[in-house]
């Protein structure tokens, strides 16, 4: 049973171009978590997704970030205009979405912006 | 909103003794469920236990295990046995059990632990 995938492992973007990080959750997981990791901090919620809806954005920068989950494909964290400031670890999380079930973590992109 | 306090930056431990990591968190919640995860340097987060709070009995997984007091709001990581693969940054990290509300993780800031030979 293959992990939660993650893709790209690292990505470096010039100030001003646009990152796009793919989420593939685990097979039979329905819900997915975007979580960012500053340097030398803790892990901070940016969105929860369902298929086809967010459910909670509260933790995502109101501009340039966007995130979706289609019915086909991974989930899709999308940065615009990236600034020196977006340079994190970006980890991706999956549950099967019942009430309180553990979230399994992806191996996380590591973004520079330069 | 939970909050989620992790109180040593760093530890140490040498190999095959028995070190426990702090965490306390603050809720007006009665059910929710405690984590604590690994990163080791790889980066990868690896969960180690989890605990659900309506729970009295403490979970243990192997070497490790918890010590959840509910009334106090504290949630300690014991690790017995200490081996050198335990080095790694741990994070203790609290989720609510509202239902239909959002189910993310609220993370303290981490405990780096450092297992010497």
């Known amino acids: 049973n293959a992990g939660v995938m993650q893709n790209p492992r690292h990505l470096v973007r010039r100030r001003g171009q646009e990152a796009r990080l793919r989420c593939s959750p685990m097979?039979?997981?329905?819900?997915v978590y975007w979580y960012r990791q500053l340097p030398e901090e803790g892990l901070k919620f940016m969105v929860y997704?369902?298929?086809?809806?967010?459910?909670?954005e509260s933790g995502m920068p109101k501009e340039r970030f966007s995130a979706e989950f289609p019915k086909e494909g991974p989930s899709i964290l999308r940065i615009q205009q990236v600034v020196r400031g977006d340079s994190a670890a970006y980890f991706c999380?999956?549950?099967?979405?019942?009430?309180?079930?553990?979230?399994?973590f992806g191996p996380g992109t590591r973004l520079l912006v330069l | 909103a939970q909050t989620v306090t992790q109180s040593q930056p760093e530890m140490s431990v040498q190999e095959a003794e028995t070190v426990t990591l702090s965490c306390t968190y603050d809720?007006?919640?009665?059910?929710?469920?405690l984590f604590w995860y690994k990163q080791p340097p790889s980066r990868q987060m690896i969960l180690v236990i989890r605990?659900?709070?309506?729970?009295?009995q403490n979970a243990t997984e192997n070497r490790f295990s918890v010590n959840f007091q509910k009334a106090a709001k504290s949630f300690s990581l014991k690790i017995s046995d200490s081996q050198l693969g335990d080095t790694a940054m741990y994070f203790c990290?609290?989720?609510?059990?509202?239902?239909?509300?959002?189910?993310?993780?609220?993370f303290g800031k981490g405990t780096k632990l450092t297992v010497n030979p």
């Open positions: 999380a999956s549950s099967p979405g019942l009430n309180g079930e553990t979230q399994y």
């Open positions: 605990q659900e709070a309506y729970k009295q």
């Open positions: 997704l369902q298929k086809e809806n967010i459910i909670d």
């Open positions: 990290a609290f989720m609510s059990q509202t239902q239909g509300g959002s189910e993310k993780l609220v």
């Open positions: 097979k039979g997981h329905s819900h």
């Open positions: 809720t007006s919640e009665s059910n929710y469920y």
